[in-house]
């Protein structure tokens, strides 16, 4: 496994059950840290609604939120209302893509950072 300190799996393994727990698909988790130098952590997970996805993006942001790990970014219910089909929650070391399978497929972020080393989490 890659050089990734003990706390931020513990928060991959938070994030992957609560992914799990909704219900996402094809969980996928980045190490892009020797691809390009100002990216660390990508998770990538496939969901079937935009609602299933806001959903998603909820709970992960309710336990990651206390930690003071986020970027300034809008509040999840700041977000525009219409379906993008793509939510990113950036954390710093740790961005989430919660995408819907249309738009997985269209931006293709797996093909695209195949130089990243896979993380089994």
């Known amino acids: 496994m890659p050089n990734i300190s003990a706390e931020t799996i513990e928060h991959l393994k938070k994030i992957k059950q609560t992914l799990i ?3 996402c698909e094809n969980i996928q ?16 997970a496939t969901v079937k609604t935009e609602t299933q996805g806001r959903s998603c993006a909820k709970d992960i942001d309710k336990y990651m939120k206390p930690l003071k790990l986020a970027v300034k ?18 954390y710093g070391e740790i961005c989430v893509h919660i995408m ?22």
């Open 21 to 23: 727990d909704k219900k």
């Open 73 to 90: 970014r809008q509040n999840l219910t700041d977000l525009p209302k219409d379906a993008t089909g793509w939510i990113l929650l950036d």
């Open 29 to 44: 988790f980045l190490d892009l840290k020797d691809v390009h130098s100002y990216l660390s952590l990508f998770v990538i």
């Open 100 to 121: 819907t399978d249309e738009m997985r497929t269209y931006y293709s972020l797996d093909r695209l950072w195949g130089d990243a080393t896979p993380i089994s989490v």
